[in-house]
C-alpha cells in the first residue's frame, strides 16, 4: 500500500503565501516523478507543477514566477511553495507520485486526498 498525504492548505488573502506538503509512505521501491494538481469548481483538474528525481520542473504558466516546486528525495516529499496567491488559484490541490512499488513492476501514479486552497478578501 501506498499513501500519499497532503498538508498545509487554508485560506489565504490575496497576495499572500501559502506551502503546501506532501509525503508518500509505504511500499516504494523508488519515485520518478512528484507533483501537484488542481481542481476549481466547474474546471477540470490541471497540473500546476511537477518534478523529477533529478531535479527537472515544470509549471503551468499561470503560476510561473509565483509558485516554487522542490522536493526531498530522502524523506519521499514534495513541496509547493505558492507565493503571490490570486483568487483565480483557489481550488483543491491534489499531490502525484509516478513510483514503482517493486523493483520488477511498473511505475504507476499514486494520488493524495487533496487538499483545499482558497484565496480570498
Known amino acids: 500500500q501506498v499513501q500519499l498525504v497532503e498538508s498545509g492548505g487554508g485560506l489565504v488573502q490575496p497576495g499572500g503565501s501559502l506551502r503546501l506538503s506532501c509525503a508518500a509512505s509505504?511500499?516504494?521501491?523508488?519515485?520518478?516523478?512528484m507533483g501537484w494538481y488542481r481542481q476549481a469548481p466547474g474546471k477540470q483538474r490541471e497540473l500546476v507543477a511537477a518534478i523529477t528525481s533529478g531535479g527537472s520542473t515544470n509549471y503551468a504558466d499561470s503560476v510561473k514566477g509565483r509558485f516554487t516546486i522542490s522536493r526531498d528525495n530522502a524523506k519521499n516529499t514534495v513541496y509547493l511553495q505558492m507565493n503571490s496567491l490570486k483568487p483565480e488559484d483557489t481550488a483543491v490541490y491534489y499531490c502525484?507520485?509516478?513510483?514503482?512499488?517493486?523493483?520488477?513492476?511498473?511505475?504507476?501514479?499514486?494520488w493524495g486526498q487533496g487538499t483545499q486552497v482558497t484565496v480570498s478578501s
Open positions: 509505504g511500499s516504494i521501491f523508488s519515485i520518478y516523478a
Open positions: 502525484y507520485a509516478d513510483l514503482r512499488t517493486t523493483a520488477w513492476s511498473e511505475s504507476g501514479d499514486y
